[in-house]
């Protein structure tokens, strides 16, 4: 169920049991996400395990949102509106957040 999450998910990318829990009783960690953007692709990492990550920039819709990332991976998502300006791109602009910036924020 969409609900669930694995609680061993966040330790070192490997699930050691199952054991699912309720995604507010996940022990997620305050990531650092950083992103790059080439032409209508946003490629986003993380410095820790992020559930749920969700990108937001206007009225754009993406390729993929709400997604998971471990640590160190990077995911690549298309605008599906097309190339970016670049006038009305900044970081005040793109919101992108996880799970864990909605619950201790």
Do not use: H, M
Not at 5 to 20: I, M, N, T, V
Not at 70 to 76: D, I, L, S
Request: glycine share 8%; charged share 25%.
């Amino acid at each position: 169920a969409a609900w669930c999450g694995g609680q061993e998910a966040c330790r070192d990318g490997a699930l050691a049991k199952k054991c699912f829990v309720y995604p507010k009783e996940l022990k997620l960690k305050e990531s650092a996400v950083k992103f790059a953007i080439a032409g209508d692709k946003i490629s986003i990492s993380s410095n820790v395990f992020a559930k749920y990550v969700y990108v937001s920039l206007g009225d754009k819709s993406f390729s993929d949102n709400y997604f998971d990332l471990q640590a160190g991976e990077t995911k690549t998502i298309e605008c599906a509106g097309g190339p970016f300006q670049k006038t009305i791109l900044g970081k005040a602009n793109i919101l992108i957040k996880s799970l864990y910036d909605v619950i201790n924020r």
